[in-house]
């Protein structure tokens, strides 16, 4: 359904931008409005399936996801035709709906080269995979927010992006189309670029765990706890062991809670 809504917003800009010819440059407000489908879809369909199957659309953020454990390797593999099959599936759906070729597909822009587009890919996944990373596997309080970051994401990387490769970030986006139209000679930076995106996001992810990142910035995700605990350790030095607080037992109950989530892997994207 994710790459249905994008695919459509798709065909339909490139469709009034210059019928004929979807390799031109895109109007700016073709830009927007294939940025828009794919941000506003993922973000919906993120929200709604992440109960269901962990909203995981994206081969790229599911390998991210794989590699720091939040995914069991053998689930992610399960996962990966399940992505390709819907993506074909979307594909197919578009071009037997909308008059005339199907213009979704993934291609450089003139003057884009290989290695270029690449690294274009690659940079633009890594800022996606940890959006995923640090809104929804670390823990706080507005993880029920992550969709709407990953959303943001996803469209931000179409801004940056489209006007180079097109903007994948996402091999079975590149994929599904594909099979429809044609690879085109250089399709393998499409899966390449957005997995080496995924190893570079986890090894940063990695690096500022390992360097103890939250302790540079304590108490920022809630409502007062870091100076609640200075409070409490300052007054009645056991107090926090036993789950009272000066302001009462609700805000302990509620540092406890939070310190708990942030030590729990995330089960959403």
Request: with cysteine; proline share 6%.
């Amino acid at each position: 359904m994710f790459l249905l809504l994008a695919f459509l917003g798709t065909q339909a800009a490139q469709n009034n931008n210059m019928p004929g010819n979807p390799s031109a440059p895109l109007f700016p407000y073709s830009l927007l409005y294939i940025a828009s489908s794919f941000g506003a879809s993922l973000t919906i369909m993120v929200w709604v399936f992440y109960r269901v199957t962990g909203g995981m659309f994206n081969p790229a953020v599911t390998l991210g996801l794989v590699l720091v454990g939040t995914v069991k390797w053998y689930r992610g593999i399960i996962i990966l035709p399940t992505q390709l099959a819907a993506a074909i599936a979307a594909s197919a759906t578009v071009s037997g709906l909308i008059p005339g070729p199907l213009t979704v597909g993934n291609h450089l822009a003139q003057g884009t080269s290989i290695v270029r587009g690449l690294f274009i890919e690659m940079f633009l996944t890594a800022q996606l995979v940890l959006t995923v990373y640090f809104l929804a596997v670390e823990k706080h309080r507005s993880t029920y927010l992550a969709p709407v970051g990953i959303g943001v994401s996803v469209f931000i990387a179409h801004i940056a992006g489209t006007e180079f490769t097109t903007t994948s970030i996402n091999p079975a986006r590149s994929f599904g189309p594909a099979v429809i139209q044609g690879f085109p000679g250089y399709h393998w930076i499409y899966w390449l670029g957005p997995f080496m995106g995924a190893l570079l996001a986890c090894g940063c992810y990695k690096l500022l765990k390992a360097l103890e990142y939250h302790r540079a910035n304590p108490g920022q995700d809630d409502s007062g706890e870091a100076a609640m605990l200075h409070k409490t350790s300052t007054a009645d030095p056991g107090a926090i062991g036993n789950g009272e607080s000066p302001n009462g037992t609700r805000e302990a109950t509620d540092s406890h809670m939070l310190r708990g989530a942030r030590r729990d892997p995330a089960h959403m994207v």
